[in-house]
Nanobody
C-alpha cells in the first residue's frame, strides 16, 4: 500500500522561502515519477511540479518557474519542493502524488496515490 506523508508547510511572508517534503513508503520509490499539486480555496487542484524516476527530468507550471524547485532523494524515499520568492497567490494546500509511471505525467487523473496535504500560507 502506497503511503505519502507531507511535511514542512506553514506561514511565511511574501518573498520568503519554504521547503515541503514528502516521505513515501509501500513500494520501490525510485521506480516512479513524483509530483506536487496544490489546491487553493474555491479553485481546482493544479499540478505545480513533477519529477521523473531519476530526477533527471522535471516539469513546472508556468506560474512557479524560476521560483520553485522539485527534487528527490531516492535513498531517503523523499521528494522535496523548495519554494522561493513566495507570493500570496501561492497560498494553498500542497499535495504530494505519485502514479504508475517512471516518466512525468501532467494530468491529475494519472496520479492515483495522494498524501493528506500540507498547508502553505503566504502573507502579504
Amino acid at each position: 500500500q502506497v503511503q505519502l506523508v507531507e511535511s514542512g508547510g506553514g506561514l511565511v511572508q511574501a518573498g520568503g522561502s519554504l521547503r515541503v517534503s514528502c516521505a513515501a513508503s509501500g513500494r520501490t520509490f525510485r521506480l516512479y515519477a513524483m509530483a506536487w499539486f496544490r489546491q487553493a480555496p474555491g479553485k481546482e487542484r493544479e499540478l505545480v511540479a513533477a519529477i521523473n524516476w531519476s530526477g533527471g527530468d522535471t516539469h513546472y507550471t508556468d506560474s512557479v518557474k524560476g521560483r520553485f524547485t522539485i527534487s528527490r532523494d531516492n535513498a531517503k524515499n523523499t521528494v522535496y519542493l523548495q519554494m522561493s520568492s513566495l507570493k500570496p497567490e501561492d497560498t494553498a494546500v500542497y499535495y504530494c502524488a505519485t502514479g504508475t509511471s517512471d516518466g512525468i505525467r501532467t494530468t491529475l487523473r494519472e496520479y492515483p496515490y495522494w498524501g493528506q496535504g500540507t498547508q502553505v500560507t503566504v502573507s502579504s
